[in-house]
DNA sequence: CGCCGAATAT
DNA sequence: AATATTCGGC
């Protein structure tokens, strides 16, 4: 009687929700008269899942998660598609507003999984408007070719007004990988990322509508966070440099400015801990006042493709000095620093080596100072 | 002005 | 929590 509510195939897997939509057509079945369409729905239901049983069920387990949150609940599945075309009305079947694309990648996951590589070749780094559904970042994989082509679905970068007229440049992209089209706009690009918004014609009021959030994908963090490696630690970068590095179109100062100052406030709040394998946020793990980055990661960054800018990196995967040039005084740790000099300490870049990095071990991050 | 970091706002 | 925007110093 009082089920109804955890009736999810997501939580129960489909075979268990089956079982329970054949209960449920028991039970309705003995007042067909009055449940006539309930009936209908519950059937087609079953039929639905054992189809998603049959044929989609690896699919699911591929995009298990996503980390560009929103999107509550990757996969519902289903169940509200049978729900809509069965009745509802019959008529009104309109489209929806959103178009939405349709990109149903299925790209065949080849290989474990988590390995969600190869970005280098396919674009999107972004993402605009985070797809409400899946797919999210480890979509392509296999494709080789550019699946993009913005008429199927592709993203580009959406340009908006942008008061601080910082899109400039330099994206050489020539892997056409990233950066990709700064021009390719002709395209009504009436859909995704609904938010080109204002895009001409009308609308334009005076409110300046608030710029769509940027999703900071797992490859566009790792882009960040290897160009804060080249400048020197989160320190001692600053956005507009960032940006340079990471060269990625459509990527403004603003969103790298404010992504820097989640990163800082983060590695700062937990210099180290947390992450380790899963870790999202990082590839790099800070300790003392060295990154470091995981040899996993190294791994994987180097099969799928690593940054264009060589970034050897520590070849070892195990200590990036990185970070150790900083020419004295300023900040030693980071750990627990703050006597703010801002300002001078970032002139020196482009230089970035000396300093040899001995600081090697001892550091134990310390952290000492009970009192 | 443009850039930056910190403080706010959503 | 994650981004966006605003504020104030350079």
Not at 100 to 129: A, C, F, G, I, M
Not at 157 to 171: D, H, L, T, W, Y
């Amino acid at each position: 009687m009082q089920f109804a509510e955890k009736m999810q195939p997501l939580k129960m897997g489909f075979r268990e929700y089956i079982e329970a939509l054949e209960e449920e057509r028991k039970k309705i079945q003995v007042f067909p008269k009055e449940l006539p369409l309930s009936l209908e729905l519950v059937t087609q239901a079953i039929e639905a899942c054992r189809q998603q049983l049959c044929g989609t069920v690896a699919e699911y387990n591929l995009n298990a998660q996503s980390e560009c949150s929103e999107q509550t609940s990757t996969d519902g599945p289903v169940f509200e598609e049978f729900i809509i075309p069965i009745k509802k009305k019959a008529s009104q079947a309109s489209v929806e507003e959103d178009d939405d694309e349709e990109h149903s990648h299925k790209h065949t996951k080849t290989t474990t999984d988590k390995k969600k590589s190869d970005w280098l070749r396919s674009v999107q780094l972004w993402n605009p408007n985070p797809p409400p559904t899946k797919e999210d970042v480890v979509p392509r994989k296999t494709n080789v070719v550019e699946v993009k082509r913005n008429g199927g679905g592709a993203f580009q970068p959406f340009q908006r007004e942008e008061k601080s007229g910082v899109s400039k440049a330099n994206n050489n992209n020539e892997a056409s990988a990233i950066g990709k089209a700064p021009s390719s706009p002709p395209v009504p690009a009436t859909s995704y990322t609904g938010p080109v918004r204002v895009d001409s014609k009308k609308e334009e009021k005076g409110d300046a509508q608030r710029k769509q959030r940027r999703c900071w994908s797992q490859e566009l963090h790792k882009r960040f966070l290897h160009a804060l490696q080249q400048l020197g630690g989160a320190d001692s970068a600053t956005p507009k440099q960032i940006r340079e590095l990471m060269k990625v179109d459509g990527l403004t100062n603003d969103e790298v400015k404010s992504h820097l100052q989640k990163f800082r406030l983060h590695t700062r709040r937990s210099p180290i801990i947390h992450n380790s394998a899963s870790s999202q946020a990082g590839s790099l793990f800070l300790v003392g006042n060295i990154f470091v980055q995981p040899p996993e990661y190294a791994t994987s960054s180097a099969s799928g493709g690593e940054l264009t800018t060589a970034t050897p990196a520590a070849p070892t995967g195990i200590y990036a000095p990185v970070a150790a040039h900083l020419p004295a005084g300023t900040h030693t740790s980071p750990i627990m620093k703050h006597s703010h000099s801002p300002s001078e300490e970032k002139n020196n870049h482009s230089v970035h080596s000396n300093s040899p990095a001995s600081s090697s071990s001892t550091h134990t991050i310390t952290t000492s100072p009970p009192a």
